[in-house]
DNA sequence: GCCAACGTTGGC
DNA sequence: GCCAACGTTGGC
C-alpha cells in the first residue's frame, strides 16, 4: 500500500466538508498540475493519505482512503485531467503542523518541505509512520 | 499583502 | 526546442 498528501484550502475545500461526506467520499477534483495527476494515476483502491490544510492552518488535520482510482476530472472537458475519489477515515487527535514536520530531521525530504506547491504528494512509509505518532495514532 | 518558487504558455 | 513573460500557489 502507499501513502499521499492531499492539501487543500479550507477555504475552497476543507476537512470539515470531507467529514461531512462521510463514506460517500468526494472527488479530488480540480487538479491542474501534471505532477499532482501523475500521482494520482499512481494511487491504488485501499490507499491511505494526509489531507492538509494550506495557507492559514498548515497542518495535518486527517486521514482519507482512496476509494476511487483515477478517472476524468468531470468538472472540465479536457481529457488530460483526472481525478481520484477519496473519504475521510479519521480525524488525527492531534493535528500537526507544517512548523512541526520542519522541525525534525526525519521529515526534510518530504514533499511537503522540499516541494511547498505541489497538491498532491507521495509520502513514504516512514514518512507516514513518523508523522502517525506525531498526529497521536 | 508580499514575494519566492515554480509551472505553463506562446513567440520566435 | 528555447526562453521570456505571465499566472498561481502558498509560506511568511
Not at 501534471?34 to 497542518?59: I, P, V
Not at 498532491?120 to 502517525?132: H, R, S
Amino acid at each position: 500500500m502507499a501513502y499521499w498528501l492531499f492539501k487543500s484550502e479550507p477555504s475552497a475545500w476543507s476537512w470539515q466538508d470531507q467529514l461531512a461526506k462521510g463514506e460517500a467520499g468526494e472527488e479530488w477534483d480540480g487538479v491542474r498540475n501534471y505532477q499532482a495527476r501523475n500521482n494520482m494515476r499512481k494511487m491504488r483502491l485501499g490507499d491511505q493519505g494526509f489531507f492538509y490544510h494550506s495557507q492559514k492552518d498548515k497542518e495535518i488535520v486527517g486521514i482519507v482512503e482512496v476509494m476511487a482510482e483515477a478517472h476524468p476530472d468531470s468538472t472540465t472537458d479536457d481529457e488530460r485531467w483526472e481525478c481520484v475519489d477519496i473519504k475521510a477515515v479519521s480525524s488525527v487527535p492531534t493535528p500537526v503542523t507544517l512548523e512541526q514536520v520542519k522541525a525534525n530531521a526525519k521529515l526534510a525530504e518530504m514533499a511537503l518541505v522540499k516541494n511547498t506547491r505541489l497538491s498532491v504528494q507521495p509520502v513514504t512509509e516512514a514518512e507516514w509512520d513518523i508523522v502517525c505518532s506525531m498526529a497521536g495514532l
